[in-house]
């Protein structure tokens, strides 16, 4: 079975700071999903990329695909405290892209 | 807001107590989900439903009994939970369809005494 592993598991950074975080699967990624989770919440869409070499940005937030490597980075520029929470990367588990599995999570904390 | 409400939000049972949860969307979506997530694990799904038919059952135990009545409504039904089932259980939804990102609710934590 098809499984994601994220790196770091947790990560402080200086408010002002870069960040990235990393995802990579197991197996061929045929749609990837990054979503931010505050504890104890759901879960907020963030992105979704579909193919290799696609990037996409959402305010100070970047993700990119890595198709070959399998594997998918989210970039944070300028960290804010607001940027604070789980980051969670998910991935189709079959190619109709009808089911998500999910890797364990990245817990951001951003110290001002 | 994301458009996806459970209720409630949290829940205290015994290991024989019937409960259930409630999710419901409002955002046109024709499939949901039930996931749940444990400490220090992925989340895990549980079921899916695509207009109103459950496609997917991820060898979840009996004991949780889901339920479709229409496509902006899910049930999770618990009897006899185990201490084990306690956790944070979210319901999303979606386009049905491929690649269509799911949208979360906030889930509802589950604690099994």
């Known amino acids: 079975s098809q499984e994601l592993e994220q790196s770091p598991q947790s990560l402080i950074v200086q408010e002002g700071k870069n960040l990235t975080i990393n995802c990579t699967s197991s197996?061929?990624?045929?749609?990837l999903y990054w979503y931010k989770q505050k504890y104890g919440e759901g879960l907020i869409f963030l992105m979704m990329?579909?193919?290799?070499?696609e990037e996409k940005s959402h305010e100070k937030i970047t993700a990119k695909l890595d198709e070959k490597k399998q594997q998918s980075s989210l970039h944070i520029t300028a960290s804010q405290p607001s940027h604070a929470g789980i980051y969670l990367c998910?991935?189709?588990?079959?190619?109709?892209?009808?089911?998500?599995?999910f890797g364990k999570g990245t817990t951001l904390s951003v110290s001002s | 807001e994301t458009g996806v409400t459970q209720t409630p939000r949290h829940l205290v049972m015994g290991m024989t107590n019937k409960k259930s949860l409630k999710c419901e969307q409002h955002?046109?979506?024709?499939?949901m989900y039930w996931y749940k997530q444990s400490a220090k694990k992925p989340l895990e799904l549980m079921f899916v439903?695509?207009?109103?038919?459950?496609?997917e059952n991820n060898s979840v135990p009996s004991r949780f009994s889901p339920e479709c009545p229409n496509s902006s409504h899910l049930f999770l039904h618990l009897h006899t939970l185990q201490p084990e089932d306690s956790a944070l259980y979210l319901c999303?939804?979606?386009?049905?369809?491929?690649?269509?990102?799911?949208?979360f609710g906030d889930g509802t934590r589950l604690s099994i005494l």
């Open positions: 999303a939804s979606s386009q049905a369809g491929m690649r269509q990102p799911q949208h």
């Open positions: 197996k061929t990624l045929y749609g």
């Open positions: 990329l579909q193919k290799g070499g």
């Open positions: 998910g991935a189709d588990s079959n190619q109709a892209g009808t089911a998500l599995i």
């Open positions: 955002l046109g979506h024709n499939a």
């Open positions: 439903y695509n207009f109103k038919e459950q496609t």
